[in-house]
């Protein structure tokens, strides 16, 4: 059987979720340059794909976190995705705001979260991970016990794996730079002389191109 990582990667690609530019690079909102620029909302557009998203996130919450209370899903682009996940899991929803609001309760999250709560956090994608770090400790600091993070694409930074590690929250995603990249050149998005650039990009990201 194909491992979902090939699989998810190669929908990503198809459905223009992911797309690939060595020549041209995209700006992310952080000003870095990249040549990979990925917006997850396009899946809820598509709804095979859809499907084969958050079928996929239930298995590998069942699978390593099987106690799990709640589904969080981080605003925005997890909002969806998680809701579909707890639907399917019949589990109690929340999502976690970036920031509190600035009226009414100043609510950092929507929903009820009990104290105690065993959550997983979903989110859409994993660049730096600080944003997603910043909805886990929203939880925790409301009485929330985070037992793990599941993500749809991780970038692979080296920063991001240090950045989990130190926060002490266990991560797992359906797909990866490395395998997207892998899919990408076996479907002919990218060719093999790019290879060598976008693995520069990867591990060096705020410093690209020297």
Known sequence: MEKIEKVIAR???????????????????????????????????FPEVRKLVYESLVRLIKQ??????????????????????????????????????????????????????KVVVVEDLISTGSSSLQAVEAVRKAGGEVVGLVAIFSYNFPVARRNFENADCVLYTLTNYISLIEEALQCNYIKTSDMETLEQWRENPDKWPA
């Open 64 to 117: 390593h976190f099987p106690d799990v209370d709640v589904i969080a899903g981080v605003a925005t682009g997890a909002i969806a995705h998680g809701a579909l996940v707890a639907e399917n899991m019949g589990k109690p929803f929340i999502y976690i705001r970036s920031a509190a609001k600035g009226h009414g309760l100043a609510n950092m999250i929507e929903g009820v979260l009990e104290p105690g709560a």
């Open 11 to 45: 929908e990503l690609l198809h459905i223009n979720a992911v797309q690939l530019n060595v020549e041209q690079p995209f700006t992310w909102a952080s000003g870095w340059r990249s040549p990979i620029y990925c917006d997850n909302r396009r899946i809820l557009s």
